[in-house]
């Protein structure tokens, strides 16, 4: 597990990185590594830097996609990757969660009919 620090608060947390692989690994490096956020547009450059056609045609798409199953994958350690309002465009960074998610399942009330 490695060690990563809170952008906000300063606490640490520990999030598994050995579950991720390819270009989930790079999004989540790239993510933690600017404290300060990072735009979508500088974000889609950066993980599609050492490809020559420069990504997919809908790669900031792509991006959002793999940020929504990251979050999903680290919600349960008490992160997630939030974007923050900033003007006219969102940033995009490491937060830690309150309480970390668990799966809860409604319940219906159990209705009887005479």
């Not at 933690?32 to 889609?44: A, E, F, H």
Request: proline share 4%; net charge positive; charged share 25%.
């Amino acid at each position: 597990m490695v060690k990563i620090l809170c952008c906000t608060c300063g606490g640490k947390g520990l999030v598994d990185e050995s579950r991720f692989r390819g270009i989930h690994a790079r999004v989540l490096n790239i993510v933690r590594n600017s404290p300060q956020g990072i735009t979508l547009l500088d974000l889609v450059d950066a993980v599609y830097a050492d490809d020559e056609n420069g990504g997919p045609l809908y790669a900031n798409l792509v991006v959002q996609q793999i940020i929504r199953r990251i979050n999903r994958r680290i919600s349960v350690s008490g992160w997630s990757i939030k974007a923050s309002k900033l003007g006219r465009g969102a940033r995009y960074r490491m937060q830690r969660i309150v309480e970390p998610s668990k799966k809860t399942y409604r319940t219906l009330p159990n209705r009887i009919s005479v």
